[in-house]
């Protein structure tokens, strides 16, 4: 009677340590887990192409200028009648945000109709959507063509007009570029919600 007693409680102390040892693990594990889910890694190494393009104040903006931070860049123009204006919106709605968290960056925004957008139609477009030109740049100067293969090259983005159409067909990716000059994530541009991820995202990096 003595011995199976023993063994019943041998068996039940191997089993409290056994499932001791057991929640410890699956606690360590979800930790883990935890520390991996809040890591924030780059998703792209795209090398932006080198540019110097005119802002619009008729200044010169070049990639040189914008190395060494971190910088958000869009593709838009200024007779866009879909996407273009809720995007240029919650670029404005991102540049307050990024203000308010203390986020020094700059945003970038290339037109794709530069035939049309000389940096006075620019302005104005900037003007109607309350940007702050101080760490904005809304960007032309260049061929269609040209835009077309550095959208193509440095952000993966499609960009194409056709002749006699006055709409261009574009990328509206928000597109997150590195100090090094690569871009490295990309938001929804016209998700407000997307925002909020970006300044999460830049949070993480900018510490």
């Not at 540019?51 to 593709?75: I, P, R």
């Amino acid at each position: 009677m003595f011995k199976n007693l023993k063994i019943v409680l041998f068996s039940l102390i191997t089993i409290m340590l056994l499932v001791a040892c057991g929640d410890d693990h699956n606690s360590s594990a979800n930790g883990n887990q935890n520390n991996d889910e809040q890591e924030i890694k780059p998703e792209f190494e795209e090398e932006v192409q080198d540019f110097s393009f005119t802002n619009q104040d008729d200044e010169t903006v070049s990639l040189d200028d914008l190395k060494g931070e971190y910088w958000v860049a869009d593709l838009i123009f200024t007779n866009c009648e879909t996407v273009c204006p809720p995007m240029t919106a919650n670029m404005a709605k991102l540049q307050q945000m990024l203000d308010e968290e203390g986020i020094d960056i700059r945003l970038v925004s290339f037109s794709v109709d530069p035939q049309n957008d000389d940096p006075e139609t620019l302005k104005a477009f900037g003007d109607k959507h309350g940007a702050d030109y101080s760490n904005w740049d809304f960007l032309t100067g260049y061929s269609q063509e040209d835009i077309e293969s550095f959208a193509s090259k440095s952000f993966k983005a499609l960009v194409s007009k056709v002749d006699g159409n006055d709409q261009v067909t574009h990328d509206t990716s928000f597109m997150l570029v590195s100090p090094e000059g690569d871009m490295i994530n990309r938001f929804k541009g016209t998700s407000f919600e997307e925002m909020e991820s970006i300044v999460e995202y830049l949070k993480h990096y900018k510490k």
